[in-house]
């Protein structure tokens, strides 16, 4: 008997509280793609950066934040081509990353839900089997959410001068609307297609398909299940727009704001991601007849 959204969430609540460990993936993704961001910036400030406040003479500890942003500007305008070059390299990286880490997630949240308990060696296992498709599978929802960028084209085409636009907006009114008509089409799209497919990257690790076979089973899923994927894909953004507003409230008072910058890091890393990952995993092994624990009765019997 399939389990009603109710259910999932609170079986699912029960997964996350009885595994913690969960949020360990989240925590190696953040830790490693925020070394590679340093990496990246410190090779930047060493070819660019360095060499211009040389050439200029100044001292990097005198340099006021207005000439620090200028020099900035002027690099960036100067070495655009091979500052977009380092962005082709950075990102597919950090993609990876992350896909390694998704996929551990993943497959310890499918042993957990299946067994009760999950371990790091669960974590391994799933990310060194499934990263190499999970990224690629990334990367072809990354390229089906661009292909959107039609929607803006006949805004775009209507915007003549775009100098114009920039230094006077309200000459170019008419433009101006369709263009923006054309960007808030292009959100939805990208929220229609987060929808229809949020399920293809637990379906391509719980099942090792390969990404076309993960993208049309995460469709078809869809199709099938449209109210309760619509409905959870709700709850879990309505549950983080929740968090941004508490931490906007929160923030506001000077004597908790940086307390807030640690606590929202770690609900993000610790209860959020783990939990979202738990939940959409156990839906997806609960609409396809999979045998799982039920946490009550692991905690009768230990």
Not at 89 to 100: G, N
């Amino acid at each position: 008997m399939q389990e009603d959204i109710g259910t999932i969430i609170n079986k699912g609540f029960g997964t996350w509280t009885r595994n913690l460990n969960i949020c360990i993936p989240f925590v190696l993704n953040f830790v490693l793609n925020g070394l590679l961001m340093a990496v990246a910036f410190t090779i930047f400030v060493g070819l660019f950066i360095v060499p211009e406040l040389s050439s200029a003479g100044l001292d990097p500890e005198l340099i006021s934040p207005e000439q620090m942003i200028e020099i900035f500007s002027s690099v960036l305008s100067e070495q655009l081509r091979a500052i977009i070059a380092g962005f082709i390299v950075i990102i597919p990286l950090m993609m990876l990353i992350q896909s390694y880490f998704t996929a551990g997630a993943i497959g310890m949240s499918k042993n957990a839900a299946e067994t009760g308990n999950t371990y790091l060696k669960d974590m391994w296992h799933s990310a060194n089997q499934n990263v190499f498709n999970l990224f690629l599978t990334k990367i072809l929802i990354a390229l089906i959410m661009l292909a959107g960028i039609v929607f803006i084209v006949p805004g775009a085409l209507a915007v003549e001068d775009f100098d114009l636009l920039l230094a006077n907006p309200t000459e170019a009114a008419g433009s101006m609307i369709w263009l923006t008509i054309g960007l808030l089409i292009w959100m939805l799209y990208i929220i229609a297609v987060n929808v229809m497919l949020s399920i293809s990257e637990y379906a391509l690790v719980v099942d090792r398909l390969d990404p076309i076979t993960a993208l049309e089973t995460g469709f078809k899923f869809f199709l099938n299940n449209k109210f309760v994927v619509l409905f959870l894909w709700i709850i879990l953004v309505a549950l983080s727009v929740f968090i941004s507003i508490i931490g906007e409230f929160v923030s506001s008072i000077q004597v908790f704001a940086t307390i807030w910058t640690f606590v929202d890091f770690a609900i993000s890393i610790a209860v959020i991601s783990p939990l979202t990952t738990i939940l959409w995993t156990r839906l997806l092994l609960d609409r396809s007849g999979r045998k799982m624990y039920d946490t009550a009765e692991l905690l009768m019997y230990p």
